[in-house]
C-alpha cells in the first residue's frame, strides 16, 4: 500500500534533522561575539559552550544507539529531536550564561540520535555502492548547511539579533517530527549476516584513528597560523566545508562504481597530502589548500567507512556500531587538538603534521580490513515474504543445498540468477 504523500517514511525527515543538527553545530562560532554580549559574559565562556555541545553529544551517543537497536530509528529521531527543539528554544530565550551552558549540551545530545538512525536506516539497503550514494547525498546537504550557516549568522547579527538563529532551530526540529510518520518497531532481523571477528574492537580502532587523523588535523590548521588566525580563520573553516561539498559530489558520482579500495585509497592520498600541505609552510595559503584537501579525504573515507560499519557487527546492532565509532571519533579528535595545542605553542606545527601524515597513511589499510570481511558459510532467514511467487522453489533449493552437504562444512555456490530478482527479502543473503 502506498504511503501518503502528506507524511514522510523517514528518509526526506532525516536529511533535513541532519542539515539542523549540523546548522546547530556551526551556528556558535560566528557569534561569539554577540552571544558574548548578549548574555553578558565573554568569549570564554561562550566558546566554553561549543566543547559542552560536542560532549553532550559524544555523551549521548550510545544511548541513542541502543533506543535505536531497540525501537527503531524513527522513535530515537522522534524523541531527540523534540529534545533539541526544546533546547533550542530555551537557548533562543536565555539571559544569562549559566543556563545557556546547560540549554547548549542538552541540544547536542538531542541531535545526538540522529547518527545511529541514520546508520540504522542505511543499512537496510543491501548495496554498498548504493549505500554509499545515500551517505555521499548526506554529505552532500549537511556541507551546504555549514558553508550558509556562517552567513545566515552574520545577516542575522546585522539586520536582527542571534536569538532569531536559536529560534528557527527550535521551529525547524519541531517541523520535522511533525513531518515523520510513525513508524512500527522493529521486526525480526535476518540472521543471515556474519560479524566481522572482534568486530568492536576494530570499530573502536578505527573511530580512534579517524579521529586522531581526519577530525583533528582540520581543527589544528588555524591555531597553527599563530598571529595570522583572526584574519584566515573564517576562510579556511569555509575551504573546509567547501572541501567537503566536492568530495561528496563526487563520491555521489563514483559511490556506485568504484570499489571500496580505490575510495579508500584516493582519501587516503587527499589526507596525507593536507598534511603535507599544512607541514610545507604556516600561511594562509597553505592552510586553505590543506582544509580542501582535508574536506575531500573525510567524504571519501568517512562515507566508506559508514558504508560497511554495519558488517561490523550481527545484525540488529547497527544503531550500537554507529554509536561506538562515532563516539570515539570525537573523543579522539577533542584529546588530538588538547594534546597538540601546547605543541603549537612551542613550535612543533612541522613534525605535528608530519605524524598526522602516517597516521593518514595507516588509515587507509586499518579501514581496508572492514571493506574485506571474511567470506565464510552463509546461513538463511527462516521467513520468506508474503506474496512471494516462487517461495515454494526457493524453499525447496535452500533445504536442498543444506542436505546436500556434510554437517558443519556448508558451501554456498551462489545464488541462481533468477532467485536473485524475487522482490523483497533475497533470501540468499551476502556475508
Excluded at 547579527?157 to 511533525?178: E, I, K, N, Q
Excluded at 582519501?267 to 589548500?289: D, E, H, N, T
Aim: net charge positive.
Amino acid at each position: 500500500m502506498p504511503l501518503a504523500k502528506t507524511r514522510d517514511d523517514g528518509g526526506r525527515g532525516l536529511r533535513r534533522a541532519a542539515v539542523l543538527a549540523n546548522a546547530d553545530w556551526c551556528v556558535t562560532t560566528p557569534l561569539l561575539p554577540a552571544l558574548a554580549a548578549g548574555l553578558g559574559t565573554g568569549p570564554g565562556t561562550v566558546t566554553l559552550s561549543v566543547g559542552l555541545h560536542s560532549l553532550g553529544h559524544a555523551c549521548a551517543l550510545p544511548l541513542w544507539g541502543r533506543l535505536v537497536d531497540r525501537y527503531g530509528p524513527q522513535a530515537a529521531v522522534r524523541a531527540g529531536l523534540l529534545l533539541a527543539a526544546v533546547a533550542s528554544a530555551g537557548s533562543a530565550l536565555a539571559t544569562g550564561a549559566g543556563p545557556w551552558l546547560v540549554l547548549r549540551v542538552l541540544a547536542g545530545a538531542g541531535f545526538a540520535a540522529l547518527t545511529p538512525a541514520i546508520a540504522a536506516r542505511h543499512a537496510a539497503v543491501a548495496d554498498p555502492g548504493a549505500r554509499q550514494r545515500r551517505f555521499a547525498g548526506l554529505t552532500t546537504a549537511t556541507s551546504v548547511s555549514a558553508v550558509l550557516t556562517p552567513l545566515l549568522a552574520g545577516l542575522a547579527v546585522a539586520h536582527g539579533s542571534w536569538r532569531l538563529l536559536f529560534g528557527a532551530l527550535a521551529v525547524g526540529a519541531g517541523l520535522t517530527v511533525a513531518g515523520l510518520r510513525r513508524g512500527a518497531p522493529p521486526g525480526p532481523r535476518p540472521t543471515g549476516r556474519r560479524p566481522v571477528p572482534s568486530g568492536r574492537r576494530l570499530v573502536l580502532g578505527l573511530g580512534l584513528l579517524e579521529g586522531t587523523a581526519l577530525v583533528a588535523p582540520p581543527m589544528l590548521l588555524v591555531p597553527a597560523l599563530g598571529e595570522g588566525a583572526g584574519r584566515a580563520g573564517p576562510v579556511v573553516v569555509t575551504a573546509y566545508a567547501l572541501g567537503v561539498l566536492a568530495g561528496s559530489l563526487t563520491v555521489r558520482r563514483h559511490g556506485r562504481r568504484w570499489p571500496a579500495g580505490r575510495l579508500l585509497a584516493v582519501g587516503g592520498l587527499a589526507c596525507v597530502s593536507a598534511a603535507a600541505v599544512a607541514w610545507s609552510g604556516r600561511s594562509a595559503v597553505p592552510a586553505v589548500l590543506a582544509a580542501v584537501l582535508y574536506g575531500c579525504a573525510w567524504s571519501y573515507l568517512h562515507t566508506t567507512l559508514q558504508t560497511w560499519l554495519p558488517g561490523a557487527g550481527p545484525a540488529g546492532s547497527e544503531g550500537g556500531t554507529a554509536s561506538l565509532f562515532a563516539t570515539s571519533g570525537m573523543l579522539a579528535g577533542a584529546l588530538t587538538v588538547t594534546a597538540a595545542a601546547p605543541l603549537l605553542d612551542h613550535g612543533w606545527a612541522g613534525w605535528l603534521f608530519g605524524a598526522e601524515a602516517v597516521l593518514g597513511a595507516a588509515l587507509v589499510p586499518a579501514a581496508r580490513s572492514l571493506t574485506r570481511p571474511p567470506v565464510a558459510t552463509r546461513e538463511f532467514p527462516v521467513e520468506f515474504p508474503e506474496k512471494n511467487p516462487d517461495r515454494k522453489f526457493a524453499a525447496v533449493a535452500r533445504v536442498g543445498i543444506l542436505f546436500s552437504q556434510s554437517p558443519g562444512n556448508v558451501v554456498d555456490p551462489g545464488p541462481p540468477e533468477h532467485l536473485t530478482s524475487i522482490p523483497g527479502r533475497n533470501p540468499w543473503v551476502a556475508v
